[in-house]
C-alpha cells in the first residue's frame, strides 16, 4: 500500500492516498454515492467549464480586492491545467452524487487548491495559501455554481446541433430534387389514397427537419443566461460588492459568449426550464426523425410481400438463415436513438419538475442526461 495523508473532516480524522489532488470532501462522496462507475470527469465539457467558472471568480474576486494576486494566480493556473484533462483521474465524483452538485463543486475546489499549493512549492494537504472552501470558493456557492457549469457544459455540446440537422435537411433537398418527377401512391392510414411525387415527399422530410435546427439553437442561446453570483437562494449573500459584475465579464471572455444573470436570481436558482425546453425540442427532433425512419422502413418492406417502393442501400447482410435478406439496419437504429432520447426527456422533465423551495437539486441528472440526448441525436 502507498504512502497515505490524513486528513480532518466532521466524522474524524480519514486517509488520503499521498499523492491525490481531492481532499477529505471528495472522498467521502465517493464512499457515499459509488452509482453509476462514472465521474464527473467523463461527462463532456463539465469539468472544463467548472474550471472556467472557478478561473473567472478568482480574477473577478482579484479585481474587487477580495483575493491577493498570487493566490487568484495560483488559482487561475490550476484552473487551466484542470481544463484540458491533464488531473481527470482525480475527478473522481459520481455523476450522480446525491448532494445537489457540493460534492462535485467541492472535488474542483480541493483539485485546484492541492495544485496551487503545489505550484507554489507547498505540499498536497497545505491549504494554508490557498484554502478549497475560502480562496477557490469565494463567492460562491454549488447552488449557483453547479447549474451555470451545466448550462455551459449542455450549450458546448450542441454547439454543431442545428448543423447536423441543417446538413441532414440539406440532403433531404438534393433528394427532392433528384425524385422531382419520381410517382408514387400516397397512403393515409397505410391505404392507398391518391398519387404524389416523391420529391413531394422529401421535401416535407426536409421542411421538418429545417423547422427543428432553428428552434433547437434558439433555445441552447438561452442557456447562456445562468444564476451564478446568486449563491446560496439568489441573495448575493457572500459574494462581495462588484464581485458578479466582474465574474460575468470574466466568464463572458472565457467562454466567449456573452453570458448573461438571471433577470430574477431566485428564478435562476429555482427553475431549470431552460433545460427541459430544450430536452423537449431535442426529443421533437428526434421524434420527427424516428417517423421518417419508419416511413423508410415500410416503403422498403417486401420487397415482393408488401409495399418494397424504395431499395434502401444494402451495408450488411440482414440474416444468417434467410440469404439475400437485407434488413433496414440505418432506419431501425435512428428508431433505438429516439426511443433512448424520449426515455431521457422523460427524466429530465421529472428532475426540472422535482426542484424544492430554492434550488433544483437534481441538475447533475439534467445535464447527463441532456448531453447524452444531443450526442444521440
Not at 499523492?19 to 464512499?31: F, M, P, Q
Not at 460588492?241 to 435562476?268: C, M
Not at 428508431?335 to 437539486?361: K, M, R, S, V, Y
Request: glycine share 8%; net charge negative; with cysteine.
Amino acid at each position: 500500500m502507498g504512502q497515505m495523508r490524513t486528513e480532518e473532516d466532521v466524522l474524524g480524522e480519514r486517509e488520503l492516498p499521498a499523492d491525490a489532488l481531492y481532499g477529505i470532501n471528495t472522498l467521502r462522496a465517493l464512499e457515499n454515492f459509488p452509482i453509476t462507475g462514472r465521474t464527473i470527469a467523463t461527462l463532456p465539457e463539465f469539468v472544463p467549464a467548472l474550471a472556467m467558472i472557478k478561473e473567472a471568480a478568482a480574477l473577478a474576486n482579484k479585481e474587487i480586492g477580495a483575493l491577493s494576486a498570487q493566490k487568484a494566480e495560483a488559482i487561475v493556473e490550476a484552473s487551466q491545467e484542470i481544463r484540458t484533462g491533464k488531473h481527470d483521474t482525480h475527478l473522481i465524483v459520481d455523476l450522480l452524487e446525491g448532494s445537489g452538485g457540493t460534492s462535485s463543486n467541492m472535488n474542483l475546489n480541493e483539485v485546484i487548491a492541492n495544485l496551487a499549493a503545489r505550484l507554489t512549492g507547498k505540499p498536497i494537504g497545505d491549504y494554508a495559501f490557498v484554502h478549497p472552501n475560502d480562496h477557490v470558493n469565494l463567492g460562491q456557492s454549488a447552488n449557483d455554481v453547479i447549474p451555470t457549469a451545466m448550462k455551459l457544459a449542455v450549450f458546448r455540446v450542441s454547439e454543431g446541433t442545428s448543423l447536423a440537422l441543417t446538413q441532414l435537411a440539406a440532403a433531404f433537398s438534393e433528394k427532392k430534387k433528384e425524385h422531382s418527377q419520381t410517382l408514387r401512391l400516397g397512403r393515409t392510414c397505410l391505404q392507398d389514397a391518391v398519387p404524389m411525387l416523391f420529391g413531394q415527399t422529401f421535401g416535407g422530410y426536409e421542411a421538418v427537419i429545417e423547422r427543428h435546427a432553428k428552434h433547437v439553437e434558439e433555445l441552447r442561446r438561452q442557456l447562456l443566461v445562468v444564476p451564478l453570483g446568486g449563491t446560496a437562494v439568489g441573495t448575493g449573500l457572500n459574494s462581495r460588492p462588484g464581485y458578479k459584475q466582474a465574474v460575468f465579464r470574466h466568464l463572458s471572455a472565457l467562454v466567449g459568449n456573452e453570458i448573461k444573470p438571471a433577470t430574477d436570481p431566485f428564478d435562476g436558482m429555482q427553475n431549470l426550464d431552460a433545460c427541459a425546453r430544450l430536452s423537449a425540442e431535442i426529443r421533437n427532433s428526434a421524434s420527427s426523425l424516428w417517423k421518417i425512419a419508419n416511413d423508410l422502413v415500410v416503403l422498403s418492406s417486401g420487397p415482393v410481400g408488401a409495399v418494397g417502393e424504395v431499395t434502401l442501400p444494402a451495408i450488411q447482410a440482414g440474416s444468417s438463415i434467410m440469404p439475400g435478406k437485407i434488413n433496414p439496419v440505418v432506419p431501425m437504429a435512428v428508431c433505438q436513438a429516439a426511443f433512448a432520447i424520449a426515455g431521457n426527456d422523460a427524466a429530465i422533465a421529472i428532475a426540472c419538475q422535482q426542484g424544492l423551495l430554492e434550488i433544483n437539486c437534481y441538475g447533475m441528472l439534467v445535464c447527463d442526461r441532456l448531453i447524452d440526448s444531443i450526442t444521440l441525436l
